[in-house]
């Protein structure tokens, strides 16, 4: 049995963990920075919790009225197809006020997004120069 619990300190181990075996660095690189960006104000971080451990987790960031953006939904590698993300994604909607999450995707990822009731719009990742 998973159960989707609110991201606490004690789950940080593991979900560097997570972040790692995706090749993701941007977190396990700083532990301490991870922590305050997994609990800063106007976050919401979800995690799928099994017997044997954290199996994913959700990144919610939001003004906590109208918007809110889906920034990193991550279950592992061997627990997917189990129906983790979509419990994640579902108290992800569950825990925002205005009902909606607007996100990025890996073109991979479109059909599973594409299950959720939804509409396409373009979008743009903007760097400095």
Do not use: N
């Amino acid at each position: 049995m998973v159960e989707i619990v609110p991201f606490r300190p004690e789950h940080l181990d593991e979900v560097l963990g997570l972040c790692s075996a995706e090749g993701w660095r941007s977190l396990p690189d700083d532990p301490a920075r991870a922590l305050r960006t997994l609990t800063a104000p106007g976050v919401t971080t979800l995690v799928a919790v099994a017997p044997d451990g954290v199996v994913g987790l959700a990144q919610v960031l939001g003004d906590g009225e109208l918007r809110s953006y889906l920034a990193l939904l991550l279950v592992k590698q061997s627990r997917r197809r189990e129906g983790h993300g979509t419990a994640l994604v579902r108290a992800a909607l569950e825990a925002d006020r205005g009902g909606r999450l607007d996100l990025l995707s890996e073109a991979g990822s479109t059909a599973f997004y594409e299950r959720f009731a939804h509409r396409r719009l373009p979008g743009y990742r903007l760097y400095r120069t």
